[in-house]
């Protein structure tokens, strides 16, 4: 069954570093999605992105954020320099349409631990 | 806004006790509704889905039936397991939202032998 491959599992970096996080989508999805959960609360959208541009960004989602999809293949969050609050459980998440039959594939998340 | 409720939890049963997670939502469309799980240390999986009124999702014995007259999508399972501990999130989307999933908290499920 495809699947969504996310690295690297787990990330510990110190407050202030630069943090790039990978995804590789199931081959034939169009839509792209970052999600996080910050330990024991609710999984929050962050952004989603289709045909090379963001369709939509929370308010989570600033300046210090950044996703891009350099060579078709992977899908990037790239945080500029991290805070403390931003440690938490990364998701990266595609689907092939948003038709409401159509559900969205998780990748196993990403561990970001800002020090 | 378009938002989702669970029950609190921690939720702890039984082995081959009934399981019931309450989920209801508000949205200003007609949404489709999922549950997914997450076992400890690992990813969202996709439990069950339904994409209209009365659809109901099943897989793995758990159960959910879309009740728009009570804007409800409860969990249910007649007989859990050990190996169904796990966090239980109830999750909507709308077509004109682009695809975006809006979660509830999630419910963390206990179930001792």
């Known amino acids: 069954e495809p699947e969504v491959t996310q690295t690297p599992s787990h990330q510990v970096t110190q407050m202030g570093q630069e943090v790039i996080l990978r995804c590789v989508p199931i081959?034939?999805?169009?839509?792209f999605y970052w999600y996080r959960q910050i330990l024991g609360q609710k999984v929050e959208f962050l952004v989603s992105?289709?045909?090379?541009?963001?369709?939509?960004k929370s308010e989570i989602f600033d300046d210090q954020f950044s996703v891009e999809r350099p060579d078709g293949s992977n899908f990037t969050l790239k945080i500029r320099s991290t805070k403390l609050e931003d440690s938490a459980m990364y998701f990266c998440?595609?689907?092939?349409?948003?038709?409401?039959?159509?559900?969205?594939?998780f990748g196993a998340g990403s561990r970001l631990t800002v020090l | 806004g378009n938002s989702v409720t669970q029950m609190e939890g921690p939720v702890t049963l039984s082995e081959e006790a009934f399981l019931t997670i309450n989920c209801t939502y508000t949205a200003t469309g007609y949404p489709s509704l999922f549950w997914y799980v997450q076992y400890p240390g690992e990813g969202l999986q996709l439990l069950l889905k339904?994409?209209?009124?009365?659809d109901k999702g099943s897989n793995k014995g758990f159960e959910a039936t879309y009740r728009k007259e009570t804007t409800s999508f409860h969990l249910e399972k007649g007989s859990v397991q050990v190996s169904d501990s796990a966090v239980y999130f109830c999750?909507?989307?709308?077509?004109?939202?682009?695809?975006?999933?809006?979660f509830g908290q999630g419910t963390e499920l206990s179930v001792k032998p």
């Open positions: 339904a994409t209209k009124a009365d």
């Open positions: 999750a909507l989307t709308l077509y004109n939202q682009g695809g975006k999933l809006i």
């Open positions: 998440a595609s689907r092939l349409t948003v038709s409401g039959a159509n559900v969205l594939t």
């Open positions: 992105f289709y045909n090379n541009e963001i369709s939509e």
């Open positions: 081959s034939n999805h169009l839509y």
